[in-house]
């Protein structure tokens, strides 16, 4: 028999809820999870309920490292909260649930609940801490161990990407022609089918004839808590094996019979895939690679320039001080603090010296990371990584990489400069561009 | 090797309906395909509107989809006169584990006003999932339609020594679908392309179902052929694992059962695939006559205050059995004639009146002691637990030709009309005259 009392999925260690009156609302609670509260299963539900006074509550917000990972609309019917607000409209329905997947959320995590209402105002309403149980897959030390280059947009990392697959036993698939994530397609996999909501579907499904019925519905308990209990652990690290062997597939045929030791791919600075996939490999290795923020803003707006559409967060008709406020600094503040993670060890990677002086830069990261480092070896892969990008003038926003280092100078306002001075001057700082 | 042929296409030169024209560019008949998938790509115009989406029927239910976009520049110039004429192509990927082994496939082109019109229709056939070990739990499948003492079988049938499943009585456990269903999912290039081509990461769900991704987009087709073919297979093995898993733990301790046992409706594909990936699969087709089954359905919804078992969709009690019943039970008659001697046939007024040799019959079929101890155990077994509120009439034995007594006549002459053929085919005596129900 499994001691269900001993193996808490996840637990929320502290709860600070906003309650009570305000020019805003008439009241509002997070009536659960509490503090101490512990789950049988990679999911976390939340519920509780908010009742504004004039302006309507377009969707309740979750939000990790500031992106909303859950919007539920308040329709949880509330019976006590009309009875104790018998004249205020919408008291009946004034109830939220929602349901996190935790595997959504790194082993130790912080969420924000917010209301947002009719008017586009955000009210915080909760902030809750906790932790989750570390994905349990043994073994797979032979298997092709992910090389993760986690960093922002327009920092240089398709041509990172391509030096290190460059390298005979570093493998990755048409670096410079597609960004694969075949990674964080099976991680992505294993987080929506860890979910309670959808391993429990398969149990009295309402409707087969529903699109993706199996992904997802308002499953009610199974009734068996100990196979419920098996469903959400062990079953769960099960499906991360699995889903491990199918990166594994896709890494060993496209390596071939030569094999490889890492395949490299890309991860975003928000993205939680880092951490599971550090859970699941026990060579699974990280590179940070950063690059002067100001140029980079300068390649990200001639970028999107070229194309004709806004990308990399930029939002339509948004301003560049708004950019590096909203985007730029939360992504570069999780990067800073990805280098202190234990589980992965992470190298952190400039730009500029990737470009200004390859050779030495390169020997030292495949030192790192235990590979064959030769000067021969590391001049034959700068050679293959420079015959490979030769002729990608798409991806470029200047003639030639090294021209690029520091145009900031020349190409942004004074003013944006001044936000980026105040906005991202301590992280210039500590990521070495300190000037 | 190839993984899809098609052995013909039977393209509709007058469409007729409000179609000027219409065209299918491939498949070609003898076609193949390397992958377990392959593309529609034609062109239909109709006359007064652009179309609103080209459909691909199965059986009569839709496997793919999409909305002709794509421009035809030709199609523009033979059609100058018609505004809309350009952006008239389609192009569908089709998913082989959306289909039959041996498929018919009809290609129907649908306006904004509810018209259509079959454009083609497209036959041909797929290469069959690898088979697993004969060493896993393999699937006792219950083919059958609600109200058809379906769980009173499952329950019957987890009673056997060999046989698991997960609480009969209190919950509809449908593992097996569940993860075949995953299969299908992720077997369909618009998603394990998404591994090549991700969208926007922020979107939920972006790893499926993206209409944007098709044959292609990973600009590698090796590799595109390795996804759509071994990586298929390897996903079906990875299915398979998951449904061992759990019935593996819900057995026992230390005990193997040779079969799990799970309901399906006629219309569901997952038979099909579960009986190619694993070797051991055994199907047992479960008919009531269909006359009780309604009288059950309708009582069954009345109890419980809303439409269940598909009713709902149907304007009243006549439509339901013209489309809904029928269509099922043609489709039950359809698959036991198909499967041969991989299925066994099981009557429900048998196993009620006869229970003792219906259910050594099923367990000979099931290839395991059939004995009159072993037969005379299980049913013991079983018969110490069931489940009243499960019921609609206070005795089982009362639910036999209960249509006798309970069906309309208007509604036996319709019965009489659809289900007449299928029923006498089944063995069940046909409606005759609403005035034999008096």
Redesign the interface.
Known sequence: MTDLATTAVVSVDSVDVNEGESDYVHGGNLDSPRAGFTSDSYGLALEGWLLSKRLAVEHIEVLYEERPIACVPLEVERADIAAGFPEVEGAARSGYRASIGGLKLPPEFEIVLRAKLEDGTRLPLARLQGHRRRLAVPGGEDLIQPLMVNTVGRSGSTLLVTMLSSHPDVVAFSPFIKDARVSTYWASVLQDLAEPSSFLSAFDPPDLDRPHWWLGSDAAELGDPEVEHWLGNEATDSLARLSRTQIEAFYAHLAGEGGARYFVEKYLPHQVIPDLLAEVYPGARELILVRDFRDQLCSVIAFNRKRGWSDFGYTEGGDDAEYVRRVMRPSLNILAGRLESEATSPLLVRYEDLVLDPEPALAGLFEHLGLPCDSELVSETVRQARESTADMHHHRTSSDPAASIGRWREDLPEEIVAVCDEELGDLLVKFGYGE | MALVEISGVEQHEMAGGRLLGSRLDAPKPQGQSQTYGFEIVGWALAEAAPLTKVEVLQEGRPVAEAEPEEKRPDIATAFADVAHAEPCGFRIPVSALDLRQKFELTVVARGADGSHAPIAQIGGARATLPAGSEELIQPLMVNTIGRSGSTWLVWLLSCLPEAVA??PW??????G???T??LQ??SRPQSYL?????GP??QR?????RPDLRSGV???QG?EA??GG??VE??AE?CR??ID??YG??AEEGERPRYFVEKY?PY?LTPDLLSEMYPGAREVILVRDFRDMLCSIIAFNEKRGWQAFGRAEAADDAEYVQTTVANSAKRLLRRLRERGDGAHLVRYEDLIKEPTQTLGGMMRFLGIDASEDAVAAVLAEAESQSLDEHRTTTKVSESIDRWKRDLPPELAEVCAEVLDPVLTEFGYEPTLTPASSS
Do not use: C, H
Not at chain 2, 194 to 198: I, T
């Open positions: 997960f609480s209190a919950r509809d456990a449908r593992v679908t569940y993860w269903s995953v999912a992720l998404a591994q090549l081509v991700p990461l922020e769900n972006w790893w499926f179902d990973g600009g590698d590799l390795w996804l071994e990586g390897s996903l990875f694992t998951r898993a759990f733990r819900l409706l569901q």
